[in-house]
């Protein structure tokens, strides 16, 4: 069984950074991509940003320039610095992790979530 468990976030003031963090553990074989998403009181959830295994990496337009997602392989853990918050940043946000683990030897691929940690941004 795969997990996912996050820290940071919290109450920043707008032009303020937050940074989150992310581990998986578990009975991991691999993971393809982890990443980023968020959801705001009465909207659908969103993404923020993916990074593959490989290091490529996707933004959402309007977090481009000021939100940077990074990655420790080796530590199954992803990033994301927020610089220059915004008060619509404000949301509850998710990480995601995509891969394969094993289950008696036998490889199955999982797509999991967090937990959410919220991120609010005073005006």
């Known amino acids: 069984q795969v997990q996912l468990v996050e820290s940071g976030g919290g109450l920043v003031q707008a032009e303020g950074s937050l940074a989150l963090s992310c581990a998986a553990s578990?009975?991991?074989?691999?993971?393809?991509?982890m990443g980023w998403y968020r959801q705001a009181p009465g909207k659908q959830r969103e993404l923020v940003a993916t990074?593959?295994?490989?290091?490529?990496?996707s933004y959402a337009d309007n977090v481009k320039g000021r939100f940077t997602i990074s990655d420790d392989n080796a530590k199954n853990t992803v990033n994301l610095q927020m610089n220059s918050l915004k008060p619509e940043d404000t949301a509850v946000y998710y990480c995601?992790?995509?891969?394969?683990?094993?289950?008696?030897?036998?490889?199955?691929?999982?797509?999991?979530w967090g937990q959410g940690t919220q991120v609010t941004v005073s005006s």
């Open positions: 990074i593959t295994s490989g290091g490529s990496t």
């Open positions: 995601n992790a995509q891969g394969v683990t094993t289950r008696h030897l036998i490889p199955y691929n999982f797509n999991i």
């Open positions: 578990g009975s991991i074989f691999s993971i393809a991509t």
